[in-house]
Each structure stands twice: as structure tokens, then as C-alpha cells.
């Protein structure tokens, strides 16, 4: 078990940056592979972005390529995802995702936990 609990959301405008974290507790986080994954309302969720726990190598979704950054830090037990050059489709509620010893990847059904999720409003 492991319980996952993001921060760092908030309200910014177009072009402006957040940083997003997400502390988990519980099992050795160094095994997890990390992923977040965003939902706006009336849409369904998407993969955003993952680190392996194996090698740290980083994916991205198409659309974020260039402007978001996926970290981690396993001595802090925390994931991070760094959101430069915000737009206004970034805007979602968006989730921390852990995949217990896999491989991840962009299909949410790998994740095995789920933080509760932080609002990211951007306006123009």
C-alpha cells in the first residue's frame, strides 16, 4: 500500500509556471514507477507523464514535450512535475499515479495508486 497526496496546484495565467508534487508514504518509493495523468471536466483522463522506477527514463505526452519536466526524488519520496509555458488546455485536476514494481507507461490501468488530485487553472 501506498498513499499519495499532490500539491502545488493553483490559478496562473497563460505563460506562467507551476510546480507540482506528490509525497508518498507507505511501500519503498524507489520501486514505483511514477506517473501523472490529468482530467478535465467532461473529458476523460490522459497521461501526462511518467518516470520509470528501473532507470528513471521519462515520458511525455505530445503536448506537453518541451514545456513539462517529470522528477523525482527518491531519498524526499516525492515525484515532481515541473509545468513551464502554461496554457489554457493545461487546465485540468490533475493526479499522481504509482505503479508498484512496473513499467507504467501512458494506459492508467497500470497504476496500481492514485493521489487525490490538484486543480491547475489556467487562464488566458
Known amino acids: 500500500q501506498v498513499q499519495l497526496v499532490e500539491s502545488g496546484g493553483g490559478l496562473v495565467q497563460a505563460g506562467d509556471s507551476l510546480r507540482l508534487s506528490c509525497a508518498a508514504s507507505?511501500?519503498?518509493?524507489?520501486?514505483?514507477?511514477m506517473g501523472w495523468f490529468r482530467q478535465a471536466p467532461g473529458k476523460e483522463r490522459e497521461f501526462v507523464a511518467c518516470i520509470t522506477w528501473s532507470s528513471g527514463t521519462t515520458y511525455y505526452q505530445d503536448s506537453v514535450k518541451g514545456r513539462f519536466t517529470i522528477s523525482r526524488d527518491n531519498a524526499k519520496n516525492t515525484v515532481y512535475l515541473q509545468m513551464n509555458s502554461l496554457k489554457p488546455e493545461d487546465t485540468a485536476v490533475y493526479y499522481c499515479?504509482?505503479?508498484?514494481?512496473?513499467?507504467?507507461?501512458?494506459?492508467?490501468?497500470?497504476?496500481?495508486?492514485w493521489g487525490q488530485g490538484t486543480q491547475v487553472t489556467v487562464s488566458s
Open positions: 499515479a504509482a505503479d508498484y514494481y512496473g513499467p507504467g507507461g501512458r494506459q492508467s490501468g497500470m497504476y496500481n495508486y
Open positions: 507507505g511501500r519503498t518509493f524507489s520501486k514505483y514507477t
